[in-house]
Structures are given as C-alpha cells and as structure tokens.
C-alpha cells in the first residue's frame, strides 16, 4: 500500500476540531469549485458562439473550392470537366462565375456581387437552407439578400418592376473615340425569386443568378468562371481527393478548403477563445493564493500528527508527500465537481434554452470534452503548484 496516499485520503475526509479551519478549507473548495465551473461555463459559450459564427459558412462555402492564383477568372476545358465528373472522391461539382455590379430599383441603388451559379451549386453547399422567403434562381430569375432587398425596396415576383444590374463593358477605346451613343454598361432586368437572410454582411452582399446569365452579362466565354466548388463524397480521403483535383485543373488554379476560405474569421474566434481562457486562467491563478494559504492553514492544524508520524519514523519527504497528494485530491475533486456543475448548467440551456439572446434565439452553447479535459487538467496543474507550494513548509523545525 502506498503510505502517503493512504494518510492523505484519511486526512482529506477528515475534519478539524477548530470550526475556523473548516470553515477556510469549506472556502477554499468553494473557491476551486466555482472557479471551475465558471470556466467551463465561458469556454461552452464561446464554442457555441463559434459554432453559431461559422454556421453560415457551412451554407455558403463548399467543401474545397479551386480559384485563380491571378486575376479573377480561368478557364475550365470540356476535358478537365469530364475527368472532375469521373473522380470517386466527389459527390458533385459546381461552376460560378462572380463579380462586382451595379444594382438599381426604382431611383435606389447599391454596390453588391453577382454570382453566376450553375444547377449543381444547391449539390455542393446548403443555400437553398437559408432562404427566408420565395424559391430558389432559374434562367430569368434571381436570389438577393434580405440587406438588398430592404435597401432597394425589391418584392418577389414583381415582374412590373424589375432589378436592374448593370455591370460596365470591357473596352479598348477611350471614351472620345467611342462616340456620343456608345453603350457603356451591360444591363440585365431580372425578377427576384426569393430572398436569403444569414448575417447582415452577407445579406447586403451577393445576388445569386444563373450561370449563362451572368456569363452573358460579363462578356465572358461558356468555359470562363471565377470558380469551381466541390463537395467530398468523403472526408477521410479529402487530401487525396485535393491532389486528384489539383492535377487536372493544373499549377495556375488554387486550392482552398472551408477553412482556409474563412482563414480571418477562423484566427479572430480562436484569438477571442484563447484570450477568454486565459483571462479565467489569471483568476484562477490568483485564487491560487488563496488555496496555498488554506493548504498551509491544514498543515499547522495537522502539526501534532505530522510529529507523530515523524516520531514513527516517517521521513520529512514522505511528510510532504502526504500533504502535497491531500492537496491534489482537494483541487481534483474541487474541479471535478465544478465541471459536473457547469454541465448540468450547459445542458439545461441546450434542452430548455432558459436564456435567449432574442425573443425566439437561445443563447448558442456547445458541450465539448475537450472544454472538460482544459478545465480540469488547468485546475489539476495550478492544483499541483499550490500544494508544491504548501508542502514545502513543512521542514525540521517544524517537527521538533
């Protein structure tokens, strides 16, 4: 048997015959605990709050997506079509074709993004799950944002009064040598099919038409796009699958992922993650103070015992041992219960959703075990500090 495990277990249940004691070593766990547990708290909201922040993406942005290294479009040949169509590593894939025009309804006007895409985009990513009201694009027809849409006073299905895009010409000749009645501007007159609602950036960004449309409307050829989207068919096998594609679009395309396309907003959640952990950290770390006091408080009140062990023959090491072990346990079990408080707190918000951020939206949390692993292996080591700590007091003077 383990001699200073079994003495520290039997002083950790133990209690003092000074009520001062107990009440500063009833503190001190208190302490630990709600630290603890207000750490796991903070860490599960801010997972939910990633979560909920790249939700969107998963509706927007293809599983890989290949653009030009320079410029803003390439050209994808009928033959690198066929091949991507043949790759096992693929559910499908999609063309767009995207750039900056000029929107205008009824004397309002807005700066925004047109993206051509073709009847495989719904295939690769989810848009057609955030549409707020209407139908998803056809020849004729488009999808804006809800910001565009209250912007620019747009209805669906309003045929009398169209949105114009207008994007201007691509041209060699200065304007003198063009003439008076030269045309300046490529103009499309479409009708809105639905609108689209996700965060107030993106819904005063894009306008989704069809592919031949915005083709047309840019001047460009049949086999010029700004990009193409794909959708694994299965993740385990994506890097392979990446290569695959790289080798047949060739050395000029890029390759990017989900997260490589949100690469800001991926290092700005994580920065703000990290940054929130280690603010808790420092006050855990000052509670620390308070926890070495307390270990101290319970090795003056164990004096006369540590005597008699030390008359037994029990060296001064083995002495801080015990202690150093009954503080470990007292900071463990104080994490530990803190967690197991701090998750039947996240699990109540994720089945009854008690707190809202708005009159219909939940406050977003996120249980992960990697959040309890972070919460009790920084309780364990600022545990194993403060014992160190407190142990050490305990010396030959002590004893005699």
Known sequence: MNFPLYIAKRYVRSKSKQSAVNIINLVTFCVIVIGSAALFIVLSGFSGLKTYSLSYTNSFDPDLKALPVTGKFFHISPEQEEKLSTLEGITAYSKE????????????????????????????????????????????????????????????????????????????????????????????????????????????????????????????????????????????????????????????????????????????????????????????????????????????????NSKTLYSLGTSIRQLRRIYFIQGVIVTFLGGLIGVALGSLLIWSQLLFEWLKISGDLAYPVEYLWANVLVVLATITVLGIIASKIASSRINKALLT
Do not use: C
């Not at 796009?225 to 395309?253: H, M, P, Q, W, Y």
């Not at 993650?273 to 855990?284: K, R």
């Open 97 to 304: 074709l995207e750039d900056r025009v000029y929107l205008t309804h009824k004397q309002k006007d807005h700066i925004a993004y047109v993206k051509g895409v073709d009847t495989n985009y719904n295939n690769v990513t989810q848009i057609d799950s955030i549409l707020y009201i209407g139908t998803w694009i056809n020849e004729q027809q488009v999808v804006t944002g809800i910001g565009i849409a209250n912007l620019l006073g747009l209805s669906i299905n309003n045929v009398r009064s169209p949105l114009e895009i207008l994007v201007p010409r691509a041209g060699t000749q200065s304007l003198t040598q063009q003439g008076p009645n030269a045309k300046f501007f490529n103009t499309a007159r479409v009708v809105i099919s639905g609108v689209y609602a996700v965060e107030a950036d993106l819904d005063n960004k894009y306008v989704f038409a069809d592919l031949a449309l915005v083709q047309a409307l840019l001047d460009k050829e049949r086999s010029e796009v700004s990009g193409v989207n794909f959708k694994f068919s299965n993740s385990d096998t994506a890097e392979k699958t990446r290569e695959e594609i790289k080798a047949i679009l060739g050395k000029d395309i890029l390759l990017k992922n989900r997260k490589e396309l949100n690469s800001t907003l991926y290092r700005m959640l994580n920065t703000e993650n990290m940054a929130t952990y280690l603010i808790f950290t420092l006050v855990l770390i000052i509670a620390l103070f308070n926890v070495v006091g307390a270990f101290i408080m319970m090795i003056l009140d164990q004096q006369g």
